[in-house]
């Protein structure tokens, strides 16, 4: 069992940054894909960038040379810095970790930490 602790988010002008982070207890993350999500109001929660266990990153197009995500897996934690940030930016961000075990995907969720930026 993982549990996930987000922390960081906040509100900002449009072009501010913000950083978050995200530590996991319970269970230790290096073998886990570690992934940040978001929700807007009235949309889908969607994935906003993923790192693999060997560092590969995934962007999706909106925030890409904006946003970067690593991780520490000696602290067992997960990063997202957030640059140039703009008003459609404004989500609930959730730390997501996940790995397949025996064919399934697992996936563990934070609470979620709120992103506001105002024009």
């Known amino acids: 069992q993982v549990q996930l602790v987000e922390s960081g988010g906040g509100s900002v002008q449009a072009g501010g940054s913000l950083r978050l982070s995200c530590t996991a207890s319970?269970?230790?993350?290096?073998?886990?894909?570690l992934a940040w999500y978001r929700q807007a109001p009235g949309k889908q929660r969607e994935l906003v960038a993923s790192?693999?266990?060997?560092?590969?990153?995934n962007y999706a197009d909106s925030v890409k040379g904006r946003f970067t995500i690593s991780r520490d897996n000696a602290k067992n934690t997960v990063y997202f810095e957030m640059n140039s940030l703009k008003p459609e930016d404004t989500a609930i961000y959730y730390c997501n970790a996940n790995r397949l075990q025996w064919g399934r995907r697992l996936d563990y969720w934070g609470q979620g930490t709120q992103v506001t930026v105002s024009s």
């Open positions: 790192i693999t266990n060997g560092g590969t990153t």
């Open positions: 319970g269970s230790i993350i290096g073998s886990y894909v």
